[in-house]
């Protein structure tokens, strides 16, 4: 083997370092997107609910449907503030 050929083999290399990297770098990303929209959401729904059990006691709740269940999920708490804020206004 030439010495040409084992530049070729580290060049190689190198550039699949940084195609993994990069590829890498592209899957994390979203991966990091939807853990928070998970964890939102899920904050989201147990707020409602822990919301409707209280309001239960002062005939007071938020109704449980996807417009609901959306702005609770992709907002989390800002979003249940907001439905509050609305079912007050409206």
């Not at 190689?12 to 964890?39: D, E």
Request: proline fraction near 3%; aromatic fraction near 14%.
């Amino acid at each position: 083997m030439g010495m040409f050929e084992e530049y070729q083999v580290v060049f190689a290399y190198i550039i699949g370092i940084i195609l993994l990297y990069f590829s890498g770098r592209f899957l994390v990303t979203p991966m990091k997107i939807a853990v928070r929209l998970i964890f939102n959401a899920v904050l989201g729904a147990i707020s409602l609910l822990l919301i409707n059990l209280v309001g239960s006691f002062f005939n007071y709740h938020i109704a449980l449907n996807p417009v609901t269940a959306f702005i609770a999920g992709i907002l989390g708490i800002p979003g249940i503030l907001l439905l509050v804020v609305l079912k007050q206004v409206f």
